[in-house]
């Protein structure tokens, strides 16, 4: 490897895998799930909230932030984490997921990607060294290269055209990433769509190339779990061992254990968050919906057992009132007990990868799922 390592391999039980990787900004223990604060912000909750959750890490958003307020303006202002308070580990995308979520917005060349901005209009270029730029501006510890996504299903010429110039910005912006100071890391990204030999390749040549860690992309975008799993069963091990394995943009609980179970490590998704202001709750028997008339009257919390006291102590009558109500505060509360529950599981994981006990982690863990919530009152 060309660059130098920052993650330490604590255990393996079969494939899952449990380290630490060390940040400028702190330690990230791993299985790790991170918050994602796309505009420098976690919608709903104050960065205590998730720090007390037990985050290690969160993820701000390269394309959003270089738009407003600006990677200028965060450097000058001491950078993101001094920007947002968060003074944690803090990991940015690079701006390529919008390649395919603006699609109507943006032309893709060799050179670059060209946007119009969402929020004026504005053209804007980002290309890998300007994406590589704009997150050491932002002061990211763990920064991506640029890459393409694309949506699936897609057609194979669309999915290797893609891959092959995600490796030739690969190649890019570890170029642009050469004077990065020490501890800071950049991860490349495996594309490859559905398609088993382009993942195959797309990873033997990042490999070659040389990142501190590896992401795999391109996933979560329209296709079954099913043939996610099957990609991170084919990719995965074609992975450094020493290194941590990151899979962008996922998930749901369900996603995470099974994940785990194939040797990722790091994670980050919207789903606590997007699905808590919508009014669903994430627990241990499974998502349930506070909209639902069955709570109305139901003085219980959510778990009476759980370690997070918002989901420990409020009632379900209540939580069902904010939400129907549209109260800014239900958002709040179910953002806050979603992200707590996510980072419980992954502490579950750890604490099982650990032990050796993993797989009976796993079938517990599914069968407090499958039984569902608790009876009505």
């Known amino acids: 490897m060309s660059l130098p390592n920052h993650f330490e391999l604590l255990a393996t039980n079969g494939t899952a895998r449990t380290g630490r990787l060390t940040t400028p900004h702190g330690v990230v223990q791993t299985p790790a799930f991170m918050p994602v604060g796309t505009a420098g912000a976690m919608k709903g909750m104050h960065w205590r909230e998730v720090r007390d959750a037990g985050a290690d890490i969160v993820l701000g958003n390269t394309y959003h932030l270089m ?30 997921f919008q390649v395919m979520s603006l699609s109507d917005l943006r032309k893709v060349s060799e050179k670059a990607v060209t946007f119009r901005s969402h929020i004026d209009g504005a053209k804007v270029e980002l290309s890998p060294e300007r994406s590589i730029e704009v997150q050491r501006l932002l002061g990211a510890d763990i920064a991506m290269q640029m890459d393409e996504c694309v949506r699936l299903p897609a057609t194979r010429d ?27 890391m950049l991860f490349g990204i495996v594309q490859g769509g559905d398609i088993p030999e382009m993942r195959h390749i797309n990873a033997r040549e990042l490999v070659d190339i040389g990142f501190h860690g590896y992401a795999i992309g391109g996933l979560a975008v329209g296709e079954p779990q099913a043939v996610m799993l099957a990609m991170i069963e084919e990719t995965a091990p074609a992975l450094p061992v020493d290194r941590p394995r990151y899979l962008m943009g996922v998930g749901t609980p369900e996603d995470l254990l099974e994940a785990v179970a194939r040797g990722i490590d790091m994670f980050d998704c919207v789903l606590p968050t997007r699905n808590g202001r919508h009014g669903m ?81 796993q079938e517990q863990t599914r069968a407090g799922w499958a039984k569902g919530d608790i009876p009505p009152r």
Do not use: C
């Open 158 to 184: 669309d999915i290797e055209r893609a891959m092959r110039l995600s490796l030739r910005w690969a190649e890019r912006s570890k170029r642009a990433f050469e004077s990065a100071p020490d501890g800071n």
């Open 67 to 96: 738009l407003r307020p600006g990677a200028e303006r965060i450097a000058a202002l001491g950078g993101l984490q001094t920007f947002t308070g968060w003074n944690g580990p803090m990991l940015t995308d690079s701006g390529g």
């Open 281 to 361: 709750a994430f627990t241990r028997f499974g998502q349930i919906n506070l909209r639902n008339a069955r709570h109305a009257d139901d003085p219980r919390p959510l778990d009476e057992e759980s370690e997070w006291p918002s989901a420990r102590n409020i009632s379900r009558a209540y939580l069902h009132h904010l939400v129907r109500s549209g109260e800014t505060l239900g958002a709040m509360l179910l953002s806050e007990i979603n992200v707590a529950y996510y980072q419980h599981l992954m502490q579950g994981m750890r604490e099982a990868i650990t032990a050796g006990t993993f797989e009976t982690f």
